[in-house]
C-alpha cells in the first residue's frame, strides 16, 4: 500500500462527455503527477502539480486539464472524450524540494472506458 | 529525443535469476528507476539508481551504467510471484517527469 487511493476504480463514458478522476496523495507529499496507461504500454505523462500550480505537462491537448487543491489531494479533467481515450489514469504522488523529487508513489489507477 | 528501450517479454523458471536490460536517451537525465506492475495494478516502486554501479535490495538489484544508457534489473531466486511486467523509467532533468518504456513481461514458469 502507497497510500495513494484514486477514485473511481472503473469509469465507463461516451464518447464526447466529460469526465473526472481524483486523486489523494501520501501524507506530506505536495507533488502530484497523472499519467494514462493504455494496455501494453508503459505510463505516458500527462502533467504534474506542486503546490497547486501545473509544474510541467506532457504532449497532451488542452482537453485534459487538472487541479491541485490546498490539502494536495487533485483532480484530472478530460472533455470531449474520445475513444482513444480509453486508459488506466496512474496519479504518483511524491515529495518535492525545490526542483528535487522524491520517488513517485502510485495510486491504483482509474479505468476509463469510452464507448 | 527522448527513447526508452526494453524487451517486450522474457520467460524463466522458478528458483532462476533474470536480468532485465534497459536502454535510455534522454536529453537530461536525473536518475533511473524502476517498477513492478501485476496485471490491472498500479505500478510499484521497485529501485533508484541516479549514480554509476549497483543498488541492491534483497533479491533484486539494479544497475546503472550514464556512459552507456544503459541499466538492467537482475531478479534472483525467481518466485511465482514475480510474473509481472517490469517498467524501466527515466527522470528528466529539467521536468522531473517520469519517462517510461513500454515494460517488459517476465513470467516464471514451475
Known amino acids: 500500500e502507497t497510500g495513494v487511493t484514486q477514485s473511481p476504480t472503473h469509469l465507463i463514458k461516451t464518447r464526447g462527455q466529460q469526465v473526472t478522476l481524483r486523486c489523494s496523495s501520501q501524507?506530506?507529499?505536495?507533488?502530484v503527477s497523472w499519467y494514462q496507461q493504455a494496455l501494453g504500454q508503459g505510463p505516458q505523462f500527462i502533467f504534474q502539480?506542486?503546490?497547486?500550480?501545473?509544474?510541467g505537462r506532457g504532449n497532451f491537448p488542452p482537453r485534459f486539464s487538472g487541479l491541485q487543491f490546498p490539502n494536495y489531494s487533485s483532480e484530472l479533467n478530460v472533455n470531449a472524450l474520445e475513444l482513444d481515450d480509453s486508459a488506466l489514469y496512474l496519479c504518483?504522488?511524491?515529495?518535492?524540494?525545490?526542483?528535487?523529487?522524491?520517488?513517485?508513489?502510485f495510486g491504483p489507477g482509474t479505468r476509463l472506458t469510452v464507448l | 529525443g527522448q527513447n526508452i528501450d526494453q524487451p517486450t517479454e522474457m520467460t524463466a523458471t522458478e528458483g532462476a535469476i533474470v536480468q532485465i536490460n534497459c536502454t535510455y536517451q534522454?536529453?537530461?537525465?536525473?536518475?533511473l528507476f524502476w517498477y513492478q506492475q501485476h496485471a490491472g495494478e498500479a505500478p510499484t516502486f521497485l529501485s533508484y539508481?541516479?549514480?554509476?554501479g549497483l543498488e541492491e535490495k534483497g533479491r533484486f538489484s539494479s544497475f546503472l551504467s550514464r556512459s552507456k544508457g544503459y541499466s538492467y534489473l537482475l531478479l534472483k531466486e525467481l518466485q511465482m510471484k514475480d510474473s509481472a511486467s517490469y517498467l524501466c523509467?527515466?527522470?528528466?532533468?529539467?521536468?522531473?517527469?517520469?519517462?517510461f518504456g513500454t515494460g517488459t513481461r517476465l513470467q516464471v514458469f514451475p
Open positions: 534522454t536529453s537530461g537525465f536525473n536518475g
Open positions: 501524507s506530506g507529499h505536495n507533488t
Open positions: 502539480y506542486y503546490r497547486e500550480e501545473e509544474n
Open positions: 523509467a527515466v527522470r528528466d532533468l529539467d521536468t522531473d517527469k517520469l519517462i
Open positions: 504518483a504522488s511524491s515529495l518535492s524540494g525545490g526542483r528535487s523529487t522524491d520517488t513517485q508513489y
Open positions: 539508481n541516479v549514480l554509476d
